[in-house]
């Protein structure tokens, strides 16, 4: 009975000193992340405007159903959804790709690894202008090139035709993000135990066998992470379509589309609610894919 009550005690005196030495962060946390977000969902019931933001009244859901009536925020909705599932799935695919030529044993690996982190480690804003100047439609290097090859005669507008805008959008987020995929997805694949493959081998297994039933397997959890930080990412992407289209409809995404309203319109109401909404999106897209990963796993007996 003494032994279970000084462990007893241990334990709580650990998860006070613990709590303690979490205290800082948990209030800077609450000051920079949880503050502010519950004073958007404040202001989301009220008909506050940006001018002056001390002065309101509360109208309950008005906000939100203002902002579910208008098509704009659901053309916003889609074309963030689409944009997504497009740029993320294409980031995937080649940072799995890119991730397994660079673990493979091949000369100047290590200065591929080097080289290949550039276009992340570039601001967004700087890679969209200078992506922004490559696709001019008069000085643009690419429209240059494809006539000198005879592709075309006259310069393309890409981002001003709406038909193309969309997937230069994605095309230039991939060129960007894919470094990223690359490096969480490497990490992982170095961590994979290389006695595994050496008993394969040897049972004669094939390369592409081994690939399917243990790499991928094996690498589903960091394939996860990349991907759950990807969704997180590009659900909220402002940067790259702002710059690139400005207010285009095409293009407007749910983040561009409450910049708009609480700083064009002035409505902090409907664009605090509009902020709300898109945080209650990526908590149920977030939600979806931690459920849906976790029941894979449990199915497959990972």
């Not at 690894?113 to 480690?121: E, F, K, Q, T």
């Not at 000198?148 to 193309?164: C, E, F, H, K, S």
């Not at 994605?170 to 170095?190: E, K, N, R, S």
């Amino acid at each position: 009975m003494a032994t279970g009550a000084i462990r007893i005690g241990l334990n709580a005196k650990r998860a006070r000193t613990a709590w303690l030495f979490l205290a800082p962060s948990l209030l800077v946390l609450f000051a920079v992340a949880l503050w502010p977000l519950g004073r958007t969902f404040l202001f989301s019931f009220t008909d506050a405007f940006l001018t002056e933001p001390d002065i309101y009244t509360y109208i309950g859901l008005e906000n939100y159903f203002t902002l579910f009536e208008d098509p704009l925020w659901w053309q916003s909705v889609r074309n963030t959804l689409y944009f997504t599932v497009v740029s993320v799935s294409i980031e995937t695919a080649l940072g799995l790709a890119i991730a397994l030529l660079l673990n493979a044993h091949m000369s100047g690996r290590g200065f591929m690894r080097a080289v290949i982190l550039i276009p992340w480690s570039i601001p967004v804003v700087v890679s969209a202008r200078m992506w922004q100047w490559m696709l001019h439609d008069q000085f643009g290097i690419l429209n240059h090139v494809l006539k000198l090859m005879g592709v075309i005669d006259n310069g393309i507008a890409w981002t001003a035709n709406p038909d193309l805008v969309m997937p230069v959008i994605i095309a230039v987020d991939v060129w960007i993000t894919t470094p990223f995929m690359v490096l969480l997805i490497l990490a992982g694949l170095q961590m994979l135990p290389r006695s595994i493959y050496e008993a394969a081998s040897i049972d004669g297994v094939s390369e592409w066998r081994q690939f399917t039933a243990l790499t991928l397997p094996l690498l589903a959890p960091s394939i996860a992470v990349a991907v759950l930080f990807r969704l997180l990412d590009a659900l909220r992407m402002f940067d790259l379509s702002f710059v690139l289209s400005s207010n285009s409809d095409d293009t407007k995404t749910v983040s561009i589309y409450a910049r708009e309203v609480l700083v064009n319109f002035q409505d902090m109401g409907v664009g605090s609610a509009a902020s709300a909404a898109i945080f209650l999106m990526i908590a149920v897209v977030t939600a979806i894919y931690v459920t849906v990963f976790r029941l894979n796993r449990k199915l497959l007996g990972v």
